[in-house]
Protein backbone atom coordinates (compact mmCIF):
# COMPACT_ATOMS: atom_id res chain seq x y z
CA UNK A 1 0.00 0.00 0.00
CA UNK A 2 1.31 3.22 -1.35
CA UNK A 3 1.10 6.57 0.64
CA UNK A 4 -0.90 8.09 -2.15
CA UNK A 5 -3.41 5.04 -2.21
CA UNK A 6 -3.77 5.19 1.18
CA UNK A 7 -4.72 9.05 1.69
CA UNK A 8 -7.09 8.37 -1.69
CA UNK A 9 -8.69 5.82 0.00
CA UNK A 10 -9.45 7.25 3.66
CA UNK A 11 -10.38 10.43 1.13
CA UNK A 12 -13.12 8.35 0.05
CA UNK A 13 -14.24 7.31 2.78
CA UNK A 14 -14.57 10.83 4.20
CA UNK A 15 -16.48 11.89 0.88
CA UNK A 16 -18.59 9.26 2.12
CA UNK A 17 -19.26 10.34 5.27
CA UNK A 18 -19.50 13.87 4.92
CA UNK A 19 -20.89 14.62 1.49
CA UNK A 20 -24.56 14.04 2.03
CA UNK A 21 -25.12 16.00 5.22
CA UNK A 22 -22.77 18.52 4.53
CA UNK A 23 -23.30 19.54 0.64
CA UNK A 24 -23.83 23.01 -0.33
CA UNK A 25 -27.79 23.36 -1.45
CA UNK A 26 -28.53 24.90 -4.50
CA UNK A 27 -29.27 28.28 -4.85
CA UNK A 28 -32.88 29.20 -5.31
CA UNK A 29 -33.99 33.12 -6.71
CA UNK A 30 -31.13 33.61 -8.91
CA UNK A 31 -31.04 35.76 -11.71
CA UNK A 32 -28.58 36.00 -14.33
CA UNK A 33 -28.20 39.37 -15.40
CA UNK A 34 -26.99 40.49 -19.49
CA UNK A 35 -24.00 41.43 -18.21
CA UNK A 36 -23.56 37.90 -16.76
CA UNK A 37 -23.65 39.03 -12.88
CA UNK A 38 -25.38 36.93 -10.95
CA UNK A 39 -27.86 37.73 -8.40
CA UNK A 40 -28.87 35.49 -5.22
CA UNK A 41 -32.01 36.61 -3.39
CA UNK A 42 -31.06 35.63 0.60
CA UNK A 43 -35.10 35.04 1.37
CA UNK A 44 -35.11 32.00 -0.71
CA UNK A 45 -31.69 30.87 0.53
CA UNK A 46 -32.19 30.86 4.10
CA UNK A 47 -29.09 29.00 4.73
CA UNK A 48 -27.20 31.79 4.41
CA UNK A 49 -28.69 33.71 7.38
CA UNK A 50 -25.80 32.17 9.46
CA UNK A 51 -21.96 32.03 9.20
CA UNK A 52 -21.02 29.40 7.53
CA UNK A 53 -23.86 29.15 5.40
CA UNK A 54 -23.60 27.81 1.71
CA UNK A 55 -25.23 27.49 -1.50
CA UNK A 56 -23.90 25.96 -4.78
CA UNK A 57 -24.88 27.66 -7.80
CA UNK A 58 -23.93 25.17 -11.13
CA UNK A 59 -23.91 26.25 -14.67
CA UNK A 60 -23.78 30.16 -14.48
CA UNK A 61 -21.73 30.55 -18.03
CA UNK A 62 -20.57 26.81 -17.67
CA UNK A 63 -19.33 27.62 -13.93
CA UNK A 64 -20.21 26.31 -10.49
CA UNK A 65 -19.94 28.68 -8.10
CA UNK A 66 -20.37 29.09 -4.59
CA UNK A 67 -21.26 31.53 -1.82
CA UNK A 68 -20.85 31.29 1.52
CA UNK A 69 -21.14 33.43 4.04
CA UNK A 70 -18.46 34.30 5.60
CA UNK A 71 -19.06 36.41 8.29
CA UNK A 72 -22.20 38.71 9.88
CA UNK A 73 -21.48 41.04 7.33
CA UNK A 74 -19.49 39.56 4.39
CA UNK A 75 -20.15 37.08 1.79
CA UNK A 76 -17.57 34.97 -0.28
CA UNK A 77 -17.67 33.70 -3.82
CA UNK A 78 -15.64 31.35 -5.19
CA UNK A 79 -15.58 29.80 -8.61
CA UNK A 80 -15.60 25.77 -8.03
CA UNK A 81 -12.81 24.48 -10.40
CA UNK A 82 -9.76 23.03 -9.05
CA UNK A 83 -6.74 25.63 -9.55
CA UNK A 84 -4.75 22.01 -10.18
CA UNK A 85 -5.89 20.21 -13.39
CA UNK A 86 -9.65 22.30 -13.26
CA UNK A 87 -11.40 19.69 -11.80
CA UNK A 88 -14.64 19.77 -9.89
CA UNK A 89 -15.00 20.40 -5.94
CA UNK A 90 -17.67 19.48 -4.26
CA UNK A 91 -17.91 20.16 -0.21
CA UNK A 92 -16.92 17.47 2.57
CA UNK A 93 -17.55 18.99 5.29
CA UNK A 94 -16.77 22.68 6.36
CA UNK A 95 -14.05 21.66 2.72
CA UNK A 96 -14.14 21.77 -0.96
CA UNK A 97 -12.61 18.87 -2.09
CA UNK A 98 -11.29 18.03 -5.65
CA UNK A 99 -13.01 14.91 -7.23
CA UNK A 100 -9.48 13.63 -9.41
CA UNK A 101 -6.66 14.28 -6.91
CA UNK A 102 -7.92 15.41 -3.59
CA UNK A 103 -7.05 18.67 -3.43
CA UNK A 104 -8.39 20.25 -0.41
CA UNK A 105 -9.64 23.85 0.36
CA UNK A 106 -11.88 25.83 2.71
CA UNK A 107 -15.25 27.00 2.12
CA UNK A 108 -13.74 30.63 0.77
CA UNK A 109 -11.49 29.20 -1.26
CA UNK A 110 -7.73 28.98 1.19
CA UNK A 111 -5.86 25.99 -0.42
CA UNK A 112 -5.37 23.51 2.22
CA UNK A 113 -3.59 20.11 0.52
CA UNK A 114 -1.80 19.82 -2.45
CA UNK A 115 -1.23 19.23 -5.47
CA UNK A 116 -3.19 22.33 -6.28
CA UNK A 117 -0.95 25.02 -4.97
CA UNK A 118 -3.23 28.51 -5.90
CA UNK A 119 -6.32 29.30 -4.22
CA UNK A 120 -9.45 28.93 -5.83
CA UNK A 121 -10.29 31.76 -7.75
CA UNK A 122 -12.61 34.21 -5.62
CA UNK A 123 -15.65 36.43 -7.79
CA UNK A 124 -16.56 39.76 -6.86
CA UNK A 125 -19.60 40.29 -4.77
CA UNK A 126 -21.92 43.35 -3.69
CA UNK A 127 -24.05 42.48 -0.77
CA UNK A 128 -27.47 44.28 0.52
CA UNK A 129 -30.23 43.26 3.39
CA UNK A 130 -31.93 41.09 0.52
CA UNK A 131 -29.60 40.46 -1.97
CA UNK A 132 -25.91 39.27 -3.06
CA UNK A 133 -24.75 40.37 -6.57
CA UNK A 134 -21.95 37.98 -7.90
CA UNK A 135 -19.59 39.48 -10.37
Not at 41 to 60: A, W, Y
Not at 64 to 89: E, F, M, P, W
Not at 111 to 130: E, F, H, I, W
Request: charged share 15%.
Amino acid sequence: VTRRGALCALSLVSVGIFSAPNAATAATGVKVLPSGKVQVTLKSNPVLRKVGGVVRIDDVQGRSIALVRASAKSYVAVNLLCTHQGGDLVQTGNQWQCQEHQATFTLAGKNLVGPATKALKQLPVKATASMVTIG
